[in-house]
């Protein structure tokens, strides 16, 4: 199994808008939670938000809330998370995480699968 971890652009302006992407297969999309996880140049690894699998449930950090919104196309196997407003702090690199718990893409222990992380830089 293989997660690749896409973006539309790297560097946007303060208040601009960015969609990542988590591409998986049709077993992790019926199975698999995602979460999308950040880190910033010296500060450790921080949750950003997840998705599970059996009602569609969403969970946002207090940081992203009303800013982000992530979401699943199962018909593509595909979760996005759609970044808007957004702010200079937000620069970091983004990976999405799929495990078929919901507390392992929540607090990033023990998942079993990684994307390749993305840089997203906010900067004007």
């Known amino acids: 199994l293989m997660f690749s971890c896409r973006r539309w652009g790297g560097l946007v302006q303060p208040g601009g808008s960015l969609r990542l992407s988590c591409a998986g297969s049709?077993?992790?999309?019926?199975?698999?939670?995602i979460g999308w996880f950040r880190q910033a140049p010296g500060k450790e690894r921080e949750w950003v938000s997840c998705?599970?699998?059996?009602?569609?449930?969403?969970s946002y950090a207090d940081s992203v809330k009303g800013r982000f919104t992530i979401a699943r196309d199962n018909a593509k196997s595909t979760v996005y998370l759609q970044m808007n407003s957004l702010k200079p702090e937000d620069t970091a690199i983004y990976y999405c995480?799929?495990?078929?718990?919901?507390?392992?893409?929540?607090?990033?222990?023990?998942?079993?699968?990684w994307g390749k992380g993305t840089q997203v830089t906010v900067s004007s």
């Open positions: 049709p077993y992790t999309s019926r199975y698999y939670a």
């Open positions: 995480a799929a495990d078929r718990d919901i507390v392992a893409v929540t607090t990033g222990d023990g998942v079993d699968y």
């Open positions: 998705i599970n699998t059996k009602d569609g449930g969403t």
